[in-house]
């Protein structure tokens, strides 16, 4: 048993590896470029996706208002999945389709970053959320799988890992979701935050 565990391990070190040496590294660092010219010019970031992702973005938003390796002020970055209310109301009277879409009319302003996550690149709530967000002048990230999916068009970052098993994709949205943490955090605070990445 413990020789299919140090496989997994393995296997996931040569997935690492694999994205490394693609093009998906230059992709973050145009992400890290938006949500950093976001919050330095007063704007916010909005995080969505569903399920695992949905967790994800709470993850996400919750080291960029609390901290992630250094003090600093608080980043403004809300998860459109935290608020129940809002999410069973609208799915239940009007359409689970929409239930992003709404809260980016409700929140999002001009200039502003909607980080959508869908490992398919398929989720018709994050691609009418996207679509939503590029009406009002937001500027958007997509968080997915090989292809990018429906995502795709959307996006003026496309964060498309180059993996098709969705465990797999997982595990590399979390490496993406710190790298781009520490890098706004090293860019707010000076260069020696930069080694906090390694």
Same mark, same amino acid.
């Given at each position: 048993?413990?020789?299919?565990?140090?496989?997994?391990?393995?296997?996931?070190?040569?997935?690492?590896?694999?994205?490394?040496?693609?093009?998906?590294?230059?992709?973050?660092?145009?992400?890290?470029?938006?949500?950093?010219?976001?919050?330095?010019?007063?704007?916010?970031?909005?995080?969505?996706?569903?399920?695992?992702?949905?967790?994800?973005?709470?993850?996400?938003?919750?080291?960029?208002?609390?901290?992630?390796?250094?003090?600093?002020?608080?980043?403004?970055?809300?998860? +459109?999945? $935290?608020?129940? =209310? %809002?999410?069973? !109301?609208?799915?239940?009277?009007?359409?689970?389709?929409? &239930?992003?879409?709404?809260?980016?009319?409700?929140?999002?302003?001009?200039?502003?970053?909607?980080?959508?996550?869908?490992?398919?690149?398929?989720?018709?709530?994050?691609?009418?959320?996207?679509?939503?967000?590029?009406?009002?002048?937001?500027?958007?990230?997509?968080?997915?799988?090989?292809?990018?999916?429906?995502?795709?068009?959307?996006?003026?970052?496309?964060?498309?890992?180059?993996?098709?098993?969705?465990?797999?994709?997982?595990?590399?949205? +979390?490496? $993406?979701?710190? =790298? %781009?943490?520490? !890098?706004?955090?090293?860019?707010?605070?000076?260069?020696? &935050?930069?080694?906090?990445?390694?």
């Amino acid at each position: 048993m413990a020789d299919e565990f140090a496989d997994l391990f393995h296997a996931a070190a040569r997935n690492m590896a694999a994205v490394a040496e693609s093009t998906y590294p230059q992709s973050i660092g145009r992400a890290v470029d938006l949500i950093y010219e976001a919050f330095t010019s007063g704007r916010k970031l909005l995080v969505f996706g569903n399920g695992g992702s949905s967790a994800d973005a709470q993850h996400f938003s919750a080291e960029f208002v609390g901290r992630f390796s250094a003090d600093r002020r608080a980043l403004p970055a809300i998860a +459109l999945t $935290t608020n129940q =209310a %809002i999410l069973t !109301a609208w799915s239940n009277d009007h359409s689970f389709d929409d &239930v992003f879409a709404r809260q980016i009319e409700a929140l999002g302003s001009a200039g502003d970053v909607a980080f959508g996550i869908s490992t398919s690149g398929m989720s018709a709530n994050v691609v009418n959320a996207l679509t939503c967000a590029r009406d009002l002048g937001l500027r958007t990230v997509g968080l997915t799988g090989s292809g990018g999916g429906k995502l795709a068009p959307l996006c003026d970052v496309l964060l498309a890992v180059p993996l098709t098993a969705t465990a797999r994709i997982q595990e590399v949205h +979390l490496v $993406t979701y710190h =790298a %781009i943490c520490a !890098a706004v955090e090293a860019r707010l605070l000076g260069p020696g &935050v930069s080694r906090q990445l390694l």
